[in-house]
């Protein structure tokens, strides 16, 4: 399945391991995150990251944007200080998409620990966060999930409500017909769970428990009447001013609104900035995900409530799962050689 690459790449692993005070960097592969970590560990390195939000170690850095041709260079940076780990994520996006880098640094020494091929790394941390958000908002009792979009970032979003709720049916909805089909089938074997297809966003969202946008929509793709009571929305899309996917109905219409980095929301969380904008919102009513976490700000009051997160993507969720992957790479160097040369 891996092939001779994969297993070179985990001999490196091992010798950097074993070199003297393992001065030598690792370089992790897609293959090395897929096999080394699943979205379970990613929702647990991301709460516990997230107790950390308010530590004077912690230090989130907004992402930066830098136009290239056909695309933007972005650039993210943390400071995970419980880890005594910091680190930086960039990528470019562009007519055939976007490749991700990972770079994880020692506190202590400053030196460079690992560089990660680190595609299925941000899905998973991206999927995470929502799952850490429905595990700390949905009602317990959810048991229906509708997706809107079936892209490359929406398989962890499933993955991840369904590994916190006790899901039994999900519905899905892209624009591709034959992109849902297919994303559909593949969820229903992974996860074992009804997955069906809809011919709208209206009929993917009604009656639904638990809600996920992961569009790169410019305008919303679901209207507040939409929504039933006692929902949750995870809107993971958009995360740019210029790109939108819940109207301002069901954003006024929540009980509670949560995002990862506020300090980010303000440049890139589009449908709270235009509703600041006109005065018909406030910042103070946007509480983050680390507050829910450690308990500094409430969670859901009532099974009747909306509640809506409003995922952006910030460094220390990448910092954070790298840590995780960096030390089982170095815990299961061997292991992995002999696993992949079985292959």
């Not at 790109?243 to 109905?249: K, L, Y």
């Not at 829910?292 to 799962?321: H, Y």
Request: hydrophobic residues 45%; glycine residues 8%.
């Amino acid at each position: 399945m891996y092939g001779r690459a994969a297993v070179r790449a985990a001999r490196l692993v091992v010798s950097a391991c074993e070199s003297p005070m393992h001065e030598r960097p690792l370089y992790l592969t897609e293959a090395d995150v897929a096999r080394l970590a699943d979205i379970c560990d990613a929702i647990s390195s991301l709460e516990e990251a997230f107790a950390a939000w308010r530590d004077p170690g912690t230090v989130n850095l907004p992402r930066q944007r830098a136009p290239l041709p056909g695309g933007f260079f972005n650039l993210m940076g943390s400071v995970y200080g419980r880890k005594g780990v910091y680190g930086l994520k960039a990528y470019a996006g562009g007519p055939s998409g976007a490749l991700f880098n990972v770079s994880l640094y020692d506190v202590s020494t400053r030196r460079l620990l690992a560089v990660f091929e680190a595609n299925l790394l941000s899905q998973l941390r991206t999927g995470a966060a929502s799952g850490l958000a429905t595990k700390l908002l949905a009602n317990p009792d959810a048991r229906t999930l509708g997706c809107i979009g079936s892209g490359k970032q929406a398989r962890a979003q499933v993955l991840a409500v369904c590994a916190v709720r006790p899901i039994e049916l999900i519905r899905i909805y892209s624009r591709s017909p034959e992109n849902r089909e297919a994303f559909a089938r593949a969820m229903a074997e992974e996860t074992g769970v009804k997955t069906v297809v809809v011919d709208s966003a209206e009929a993917c969202v009604r009656d639904m428990d638990v809600l996920v946008l992961i569009t790169k929509a410019t305008e919303p793709v679901i209207r507040s009447e939409w929504v039933r009571e006692g929902a949750h929305i995870n809107g993971a899309g958009a995360n740019a001013a210029n790109r939108r996917e819940i109207d301002a109905a069901t954003v006024l219409r929540a009980r509670l609104l949560v995002t990862d980095d506020k300090e980010q929301a303000r440049v890139e969380a589009a449908e709270f900035r235009d509703l600041v904008a006109a005065g018909r919102l406030s910042w103070d009513a946007v509480h983050e995900l680390g507050d829910l976490v450690t308990g500094a700000a409430p969670g859901r009051r009532a099974p009747g409530d909306l509640t809506l997160f409003k995922s952006l993507g910030v460094s220390l969720e990448d910092i954070a799962f790298a840590e995780l992957i960096y030390r089982r790479a170095v815990e299961r160097g061997h292991e992995l050689v002999r696993e992949w040369e079985e292959r």
